[in-house]
């Protein structure tokens, strides 16, 4: 048995081509969904990330402003840029994007955001009702994820999901979502992690198994059952010296032996990651209809 391939990439291009339709909605009521992204100094990798949330903003039809800070701004003065951003009341959406330089409190700027603003599901407030099952801004790649599942004909509902990692990022939240009493939810959820005994025994168990603790390739075949679902959630880098640039990424899934057991696995690159924009768009846009009233 090979397993499906789940492309990200194609669920992501069909979830933008339905915010394309409410945007144009939206504008119709006289409203333009408004992004504000604050990135502080030069990660290669944030200002990469920023770009493809302005190419995705322009492609559905987004207002997306970047406010590019020095990597010295003082922690103060990006405090003033969110409040600039919290006070005006056109801005639908604020993300700020991490990492964020040593000198700042990243935790002090992200709680900063207004919770009624905070895309990216991260605010204590939005947190809290997340937990509670109480609408809110769903954090990122969890509600990517969810949608991987339910898009491409796997349920969570009645089904064992094994999430290996607990960051705060993605495997709290991902369970969080997924044992809720709700639609594409419902399942029952393990959280394995690196105070876990023998994870081998819960991820044998999984009908939808999980990797999301920045390890490359940990997952093997005989860590899946027969039949599983496998999101991979890891980005690594790996040296190849075949490669013009030296490495090339895999996942957290050594998927070459995994996709011959798994029923369907995603890839790295091309399965979680085009996801998140995408969610991060859906949820400005669906902050603008909230103003709007036509939510």
Do not use: W
């Amino acid at each position: 048995m090979t397993a499906r391939i789940i492309s990200g990439t194609e669920i992501a291009a069909a979830i933008r081509s339905e915010l394309k339709l409410r945007v144009a909605r939206l504008k119709e009521h006289g409203k333009v969904p408004y992004l504000g992204v604050i990135l502080v100094g030069d990660d290669p990798a944030s200002i990469s990330y920023v770009k493809s949330k302005e190419k995705g903003a322009q492609e559905i039809g987004v207002h997306e402003v970047t406010i590019r800070l020095p990597a010295d701004t003082p922690e103060s003065r990006v405090i003033q840029s969110i409040d600039d951003l919290n006070n005006d009341a056109e801005v639908d959406g604020i993300l700020v994007q991490t990492p964020l330089p040593g000198h700042i409190d990243t935790e002090k700027v992200l709680y900063h955001i207004s919770p009624e603003k905070d895309v990216d599901g991260f605010h204590p407030v939005n947190l809290g009702k997340l937990l509670r099952g109480q609408p809110c801004f769903l954090p990122c790649t969890p509600h990517g994820i969810q949608q991987i599942l339910v898009r491409s004909g796997y349920d969570p509902a009645g089904k064992h999901v094994v999430i290996c990692g607990r960051s705060n990022l993605v495997g709290k939240p991902l369970a969080a979502i997924l044992f809720q009493k709700k639609k594409g939810a419902n399942a029952t959820v393990t959280v394995v992690h690196t105070g876990t005994s023998h994870i081998p025994n819960f991820t044998r168990q999984a009908d939808i198994l999980v990797a999301a603790m920045g390890s490359p390739l940990f997952v093997k075949a005989d860590m899946v059952k027969d039949g599983a679902v496998v999101i991979d959630v890891g980005v690594n880098r790996v040296e190849d010296k075949t490669r013009e640039k030296g490495y090339r990424l895999v996942g957290d899934v050594d998927f070459e032996a995994v996709k011959e057991k798994a029923a369907a696995i995603t890839p790295v690159p091309g399965g979680v990651g085009p996801m998140t924009v995408t969610m991060l768009l859906q949820n400005t846009v669906e902050s603008a209809e909230i103003k709007a009233g036509i939510k």
